[in-house]
């Protein structure tokens, strides 16, 4: 039996051929200065688009889903579960995922917060906004269900305290201020747990 390819992409039970050549277009697109900024929306959302359909992704996302909206209502999963917390990830949801699906779930965070960058570069604050929102969440099952010491782990921390930065200035310019400091808040507790992160390491 060979070794799975270091590229995840690469990998034919988590990413189709046709997937992964449509993938290597946009992204070629995306790496040609002269592409304009309504070209990189349109690319990279066929990218987050192409992320979203691949079937690993899809499950992941069912399950971490289910356990945002336990996370959001402040309640536990079962009545004899502990509440999920993000900063002990479960081993269960770690070992099951398949090789490389980590990367690409991190991937896709990233692409989407390229995406509210480029949607605020061509005026649009609300698709910006809205994009950010989805970034903190994916961003947050991400670190859910990150190995404690993970590369992907440290990287998506610091995504996601910058989204919720860049969340929290578009909702300031859009004049929802009250919204604002509510994400302000939440990005400094994520600032709090990475220097507690770094820290411990």
């Not at 996601?160 to 004049?175: P, V, Y």
Request: net charge positive; aromatic share 2%; hydrophobic share 35%.
């Amino acid at each position: 039996m060979s070794a799975p390819s270091a590229d995840p992409y690469a990998n034919r039970s988590l990413v189709s051929e046709s997937t992964q050549q449509s993938l290597v277009l946009c992204r070629a697109i995306l790496s040609n200065p002269s592409t304009d900024a309504a070209t990189r929306v349109i690319c990279l959302g066929k990218i987050v688009s192409h992320l979203d359909s691949l079937p690993n992704v899809r499950a992941f996302d069912a399950t971490s889903k289910g356990r945002s909206i336990y996370r959001k209502q402040n309640i536990p999963s079962s009545e004899n579960s502990p509440k999920p917390s993000l900063d002990r990830p479960s081993e269960s949801r770690t070992t099951e995922l398949p090789c490389g699906l980590m990367q690409i779930l991190l991937d896709r965070a990233l692409v989407l917060k390229d995406l509210a960058l480029a949607y605020r570069q061509i005026g649009n604050a609300q698709s910006s906004a809205c994009s950010l929102d989805r970034v903190v969440s994916l961003l947050e099952s991400l670190i859910h269900a990150a190995p404690q010491s993970s590369n992907a782990r440290t990287t998506a921390q610091s995504a996601l305290l910058d989204a919720l930065n860049d969340w929290a200035s578009i909702e300031q310019s859009l004049g929802r201020s009250a919204k604002a400091e509510k994400i302000r808040t939440r990005a400094s507790k994520a600032a709090s747990g990475l220097e507690i992160q770094k820290q411990c390491t």
